[in-house]
């Protein structure tokens, strides 16, 4: 069969891969070009075919250098400086709680008071409040802010926010409190009425419907989560259905078949079909903001109808290549988003998978036995990526997918036929809301009730990108997607497949046998992870955000939780609470609420809200809490930890920060001092004392500040390594420069997260290798 866009595709994406790992565009197409020449004059049909191939795997590295540079555009060379620009925003604006968000394509920017032509885009952010003024798609605006360059991966195996953003075109941020609007620009109507009915649409739901049901209702009908609450969001991904409120192809195709219907019952031709279903479908993809999986939906379904219209077969994989053509092309970068990786793993596992696993389950009812083969199909290739990017597989889901999917098609049609009444009658669309209200209900209650079931999620360590390619190698084996040549391959296929997905897992299942330490980026707190070799976990602190912050960001939660996954971690042996100030004690409580926890160690009660929950919390669950002072001391595996601080039952007017728990480890000859947030009057307690406090690497106290981290300190300490947990462009001025300039002076090497991201030890016998996150080099001390 002929596939042109399959043969582009295969050799395309390659291509992509290239020309994110060598930056040499220039090279990549004069060698693109002669391939393409040289394809064009052999005469030999597989030597044209191989250097065609070669020409398009050059270009796609070309390709993808070439629009990375115009998608950064000449703004982020300005960027870490106070800036006011001018520019359009150019889709709907994300509004969440007291918080709105914009992405402007900028148009000028101020420069010595003259206003100079930029490009690129931005994401702005401001906050809202009764008086605030929402902007819409195609106003200009002028707004003043520090223009920063996104952060890139600041933990192991954590969120690249940098390439996220890059992924939608966005090359820098700003925050701002000085927007205002200054004119408009020329806006496409059919984008604008899209956009515009999204907004009325979700003003419509959040009037009719309680909060819970109504942010179900945004997220099923267009794909908005933000105001989704976090226990249910969670209940959602580990109930395995996370993508019915990521408008994606199965949202576009239930709209197509309602339309179809609709087109049949009315005996419409299938040209008008085409016109009315392919302008419908566009326009619902604007409505839904054009994510990767919608608009590769909406290419195959207007791909299938115009087949119908010509009268030719449609063929799925060369149609599914043709969307990723589409989509590479607009975005090269869109190969590296999750949503694209996972809307065509889901495609091409079910294209792949559904003959075959239909036979094998042939005796069971037809609606079930067709759902469950789609959803099985669909899950051999998607898992990998879910394993990779989420490390955590929901077991749970086929069962509930089978229950919830034809509720949702039946929300998702009786929920826009709702919103377009209601905006056009009022009471009738309250009226008939009701319908899709009652269904999100039960939809709500069997998500929340199948993620509670033991065993609805298992967690899965980081695999690597290697291990992947071996599971699909395993799979076009088993599957018998390559043809045998001779008996002795037909016959040691299996074989080959199971050495395959052996070699996959060894990386998985045969960790490297080291102690680890690692210094966790929380941003301005602290976290230290401390794993053993054989997989005993202690957690020192868990940073958090400030008391006055009330957004949904949970340092607990969306840091620390999702490393720890990544290292398939779910139970924590020890849990340390070196004191209760909300920079390291805040993130905690959300761990001790989610994952299982063996033991609490404190030291000082407060009289504080998080000490108050931190004990609610242990009774309920039943953990064991202790509380320790100097000279306590516990071993986990043969790591030992002295506790050197507080005294106890001394009766002092310290600060809680003096008050810190201090621990002391020592593993096979190297030790490890943490200090909390311990102060100049706490150090001075360490000194007078006969504790031996030195040691190889030293947790800097307070963060860096002044108030810590004397000479006389550090003399009797006698550190290598100094670790400053600190975050990036902090309110505090940490670390402060004289602390700097003394540990230089004494010779004392520096790592601070907010330089080098997440800092880790790995310790095997007696050498130790030093890991830092940005940029990820090697060192060893």
Not at 83 to 109: E, F, H, R, S
Not at 182 to 203: D, M, Q, V, Y
Not at 341 to 349: C, E, P, R
Not at 508 to 532: A, H, Y
Request: aromatic share 10%.
């Amino acid at each position: 069969m002929y596939r042109p866009f399959l043969f582009f595709v295969m050799f395309f994406i390659p291509g992509i891969v290239l020309g994110n790992s060598v930056k040499a565009a220039g090279m990549f197409i004069v060698i693109s070009i002669i391939n393409f020449a040289g394809s064009i004059l052999i005469k030999n049909k597989k030597a044209r075919m191989a250097l065609l191939a070669m020409a398009i795997v050059f270009f796609g590295a070309f390709y993808y250098n070439f629009r990375l540079d115009k998608m950064v555009g000449t703004v982020a060379d300005f960027a870490e400086q106070q800036q006011t620009l001018i520019g359009m925003v150019i889709n709907v604006p994300t509004v969440k709680q007291d918080k709105v968000v914009y992405d402007v394509k900028v148009l000028y920017l101020l420069d010595d008071e003259k206003y100079e032509v930029v490009t690129g885009k931005v994401r702005l952010s401001s906050l809202l409040d009764d008086e605030s003024i929402v902007y819409r798609y195609g106003d200009v605006i002028k707004f003043s802010g520090k223009l920063k360059l996104p952060q890139g991966r600041r933990n192991p195996n954590g969120i690249d926010y940098k390439a996220y953003l890059l992924q939608k075109g966005i090359s820098a941020s700003i925050f701002s409190r000085e927007i205002a609007k200054i004119g408009r620009c020329r806006t496409n109507p059919f984008i604008s009425t899209a956009f515009r009915l999204r907004e009325n649409l979700t003003s419509f739901y959040e009037s009719c419907l309680p909060p819970n049901l109504s942010s179900l209702m945004v997220g099923i009908a267009l794909g908005i989560k933000d105001n989704i609450p976090a226990e249910t969001m969670k209940a959602v991904k580990n109930g395995g259905v996370a993508h019915v409120l990521a408008v994606s192809g199965l949202h576009t195709g239930i709209i197509y078949a309602a339309l179809e219907m609709v087109f049949s019952r009315l005996g419409l031709s299938n040209i008008l079909s085409f016109i009315i279903g392919s302008t419908a479908i566009i326009f619902y993809s604007f409505m839904a903001g054009l994510s990767p999986s919608v608009i590769r939906a909406a290419i195959m379904i207007i791909v299938f109808m115009l087949a119908k219209v010509v009268g030719r077969k449609n063929d799925p994989i060369n149609t599914l290549c043709l969307s990723a053509t589409f989509l590479l092309f607009m975005n090269p970068l869109t190969l590296f988003s999750i949503s694209f990786q996972l809307s065509y793993a889901a495609v091409l596992g079910i294209m792949l998978f559904f003959d075959p696993l239909k036979l094998i389950l042939e005796k069971l009812p037809g609606y079930l036995r067709d759902s469950i083969t789609v959803m099985v199909s669909a899950q051999l290739t998607v898992w990998p990526f879910l394993a990779y990017y989420f490390n955590s597989i929901s077991l749970i889901g086929f069962i509930t997918n089978i229950l919830v999917i034809p509720l949702v098609s039946i929300i998702l049609i009786s929920g826009l036929i709702s919103g377009v009444i209601g905006l056009l009658f009022t009471f009738m669309g309250s009226l008939f809301i009701t319908v899709p209200g009652f269904l999100l209900k039960i939809v709500e209650k069997i998500i929340l009730v199948s993620s509670q079931l033991p065993f609805s999620t298992i967690i899965v360590p980081a695999i690597p990108p290697i291990s992947i390619v071996l599971y699909f190698m395993f799979l076009v084996l088993m599957f018998d997607f390559v043809p045998s040549f001779g008996k002795i391959e037909s016959r040691h296929k299996r074989l080959c497949a199971v050495i395959l997905m052996f070699l996959a897992l060894i990386p998985v299942i045969i960790p490297l046998k080291v102690l680890e330490v690692t210094f966790i980026d929380v941003g301005q707190g602290d976290s230290i992870l401390i794993q053993t070799k054989s997989k005993k976990v202690v957690l020192i602190d868990g940073g958090g955000t400030p008391v006055y912050y009330n957004g949904d960001f949970d340092t607990g939660e969306d840091i620390i939780m999702p490393l720890l996954y990544s290292k398939g971690i779910n139970k924590i042996d020890v849990l340390v609470f070196t004191h209760f100030d909300d920079d390291h004690a805040k993130g905690l409580l959300s761990i001790l609420n989610s994952m299982k926890v063996k033991s609490i160690v404190y030291g000082v009660p407060e009289d504080c809200a998080i000490f108050k929950e931190m004990l609610r919390i242990a009774q309920q669950k039943q953990i064991k809490t202790v509380q320790v002072g100097r000279g306590d001391q516990f071993i986990i595996d043969d790591a030992i930890f002295d506790v050197l601080n507080p005294v106890k039952n001394e009766k002092t007017n310290y600060s809680s920060n003096n008050g810190s728990v201090v621990l002391k480890m020592n593993y096979k000859g190297i030790s490890f001092l943490f200090t909390g947030d311990l102060e100049y009057e706490g150090e001075q307690s360490l000194i007078s004392s006969e504790i031996d406090i030195s040691s190889d690497v030293l947790k800097i106290g307070h963060h860096g500040s002044q108030s810590s981290t004397s000479e006389e300190f550090l003399l009797k300490a006698k550190p290598s390594y100094g670790i400053i947990s600190v975050g990036k462009d902090n309110n505090f001025g940490h670390p402060s420069p004289q602390v700097i300039e003394l540990l230089k002076n004494l010779g004392v090497t520096v790592l601070r997260t907010d330089f080098s991201g997440a800092v880790s030890f790995k310790i095997s016998n007696s050498s130790v290798k030093i890991y830092t996150t940005i940029p990820e080099e090697l060192k060893e001390p």
